[in-house]
């Protein structure tokens, strides 16, 4: 037993059985449920870690795949690790890289040892194993780190589904023999696509080799929500109680309240930071894309019920200026505010879950603009 780690139940809410957690980790105590803003280059785009500190983030997520291209990761281990590296003193997850892998590289071959892929970057030629995976978080020092997976296409048929959900079974073995770090702790992944039965099975699978805490992957990359959805009530009743579970790759506000619901604790996108980029904004009113001329002599604040530094300080037609002559500035803060609001989410989510009204709480935001416009 690793006591580096633990997670307990604070509060199971009566009416939903969503629960408030805490998280021990050796970088501090995360409060769950929470989102987690995406680093993956060892930066959260465009934003400070005091700044990130500010709004409320307790933990970070950064790349394995992008910070093993660039710069490294022993140069970031012979900086002292990535807390080190980027300043940032709360928990870090690493994911494994194995979705990168997948996504970014056109060209890639999976075999039983691993996966040889041509970077994004020179085109030049790369071989990932879940060893290597492993080593190079151990290198980075993340406080939590994902196991090497293999993220099937939502449309590619069962048999591709169930060999790679059998392909992670048995990266995640290696994976596990591997890791041996005790101030790191192993997230499993369930995979399976969207058949019920290959998400039971990887679940029911998958267990055993999570000690405090599982993650849900293969959700979230193109499947209608409703999908994704069903497949989170089907798994609901395989997760272990006694650890976090964590949704990847889900961070719109509407996802995030009915994955609450339906027994997640943790999420992470990039969606928050590069839609703020292109200049729009999550608000209490739903979405905002303050680049539309609709909003060019509109001196109101961005979101009325948000305190964030963008919302105290400039009006719509300001940040609507920033976005569309390129500022670097316009990105900036409408990624604090998206950020912020989503954290902030979170809260009202916990103090729902706390209050035993989270039912009511998930009723009304169905009813609300901020709902109804995402």
Not at 101 to 120: C, M, N, P, Q, Y
Not at 217 to 246: A, C, F, T, W
Not at 285 to 310: I, P, T
Request: glycine letters at 8%; proline letters at 4%.
């Amino acid at each position: 037993m690793n006591e580096k780690f633990s997670y307990r139940v604070i509060h199971e809410c009566k009416q939903s059985g969503a629960r408030v957690g805490e998280l021990t980790t050796p970088h501090g105590v995360i409060q769950t449920p929470i989102f987690m803003p995406v680093g993956t280059q060892a930066t959260v785009k465009a934003l400070a870690p005091y700044e990130l500190d500010d709004a409320g983030s307790q933990i970070i997520l950064s790349n394995t795949y992008h910070l093993y291209l660039r710069p490294g990761h022993k140069l970031v281990e012979n900086a002292g690790g990535l807390h080190k590296f980027m300043n940032w003193n709360k928990p870090i997850l690493t994911d494994s890289g194995g979705f990168q892998v997948f996504s970014l590289s056109k060209i890639r071959k999976i075999t039983d040892e691993g996966v040889t892929f041509a970077s994004h970057i020179d085109g030049s030629r790369h071989l990932i194993t879940p060893e290597k995976s492993m080593e190079i978080q151990n290198s980075l020092g993340s406080d939590i780190m994902m196991a090497f997976d293999v993220c099937s296409e939502p449309n590619c048929g069962r048999k591709k589904a169930e060999e790679a959900m059998e392909q992670t079974l048995r990266w995640l073995q290696r994976c596990y023999d591997y890791q041996k770090n005790e101030n790191q702790m192993l997230f499993p992944i369930i995979q399976g696509n969207m058949f019920d039965d290959l998400r039971i099975e990887s679940a029911k699978r998958t267990v055993p080799y999570a000690k405090c805490g599982i993650a849900i992957g293969g959700l979230s990359v193109g499947e209608p929500k409703d999908v994704m959805y069903h497949i989170l009530d089907v798994l609901k009743p395989y997760y272990p109680q006694n650890m976090p579970r964590y949704l990847m790759g889900v961070g719109s506000p509407d996802c995030l309240v009915e994955g609450v619901l339906r027994g997640i604790d943790m999420f992470d996108c990039v969606l928050p930071t590069r839609i703020a980029r292109n200049g729009t904004a999550f608000t209490h009113n739903g979405k905002v894309v303050v680049r539309n001329a609709k909003y060019k002599e509109d001196f109101s604040a961005l979101d009325g019920k948000c305190d964030c530094y963008a919302c105290r300080n400039y009006s719509k037609a300001y940040l609507r200026h920033l976005v569309n002559v390129n500022e670097i500035m316009g990105g900036r803060m409408l990624s604090l505010h998206n950020i912020t609001y989503l954290l902030k989410l979170m809260e009202r989510i916990r103090e729902a879950i706390m209050q035993d009204r989270f039912l009511d709480f998930v009723e009304e935001f169905r009813a609300s603009e901020e709902y109804k416009n995402m």
